[in-house]
Antibody, heavy 122, light 108 residues
């Protein structure tokens, strides 16, 4: 069974750093691109970027370039999304999602994590 | 960046009725790389349709997709109560991949 299990909810203060995780299982983790998607409270979906666990090739949306870092540790089948200095506007649910076909970044997302709620408040 | 515009914002229909959701792109979506997702409150999105008209695994045949170029449609042929959700289109033909703003389907 394919599963993407994300780390738990976080409450942080502005200016703090954070790294959330997404652990894949039930499939060949290194062969499928993983995307990160933001959903602000009560709003729609925003594509942030994508990473290929096989070689860590990473692409960012211009809206998120320089604001977050996407990384992966293929030895433990885990992708990460991190911030060096959080802002209140980073308060959102963040989803990871795997691409539907191996090898190609130009794919829809067929399996999603359960989401990680990040709350940034002083 | 390809901007996707969905209409209507909200659709309120009765069980058994047909729902037609539209997704318009600011430029042509190449290779028919357009998908539809369903999201229910508190849950992650679920892939319904990919490559404009292919149903994802386990998706009932009352869901169908059509279109090409810049105009795409998701049709739910006979609404069930469990179809109450927000539906998003997404293009994955160019970077950044983008989503529409969503259409909320309410079941009366």
């Amino acid at each position: 069974e394919v599963r993407l299990v994300q780390s738990g909810a976080e409450v942080k203060k502005p200016g703090e750093s954070l790294k959330i995780s997404c652990k894949g299982s039930g499939y060949s983790f290194t062969n499928y691109w993983i995307a990160w998607v933001r959903q602000m409270p009560g709003k729609g979906l925003e594509w942030m970027g994508i990473i290929y666990p096989g070689d860590s090739d990473t692409r960012y949306s211009p809206s998120f370039q320089g604001q977050v870092t996407i990384s992966v540790d293929k030895s433990i089948n885990t992708a990460y999304l991190q911030w060096s200095s959080l802002k209140a506007s980073d308060t959102s649910i963040y989803y990871c999602a795997k691409n539907a076909m191996a090898g190609s970044s130009w794919q829809p997302s067929d399996y999603w994590g359960q989401g990680t709620l990040v709350t940034v408040s002083s | 960046e390809i901007v996707l515009t969905q209409s209507p914002a909200t659709l309120s229909l009765s069980p058994g009725e047909r729902a037609t959701l539209s997704c318009g792109a600011s430029q042509s979506v190449s290779s028919n790389y357009l998908a539809w997702y369903q999201q229910k409150p508190g849950l992650a999105p679920r892939l319904l349709i990919y490559d404009v008209s292919s149903r994802a695994t386990g998706i009932p045949d009352r869901f169908s997709g059509s279109g090409s170029g810049t105009d795409f449609t998701l049709t739910i042929s006979r609404l069930e109560p469990e179809d109450s959700a927000v539906y998003y289109c997404q293009q994955y033909a160019s970077s950044p991949r983008t989503f529409g703003q969503g259409t909320k389907v309410e079941i009366k």
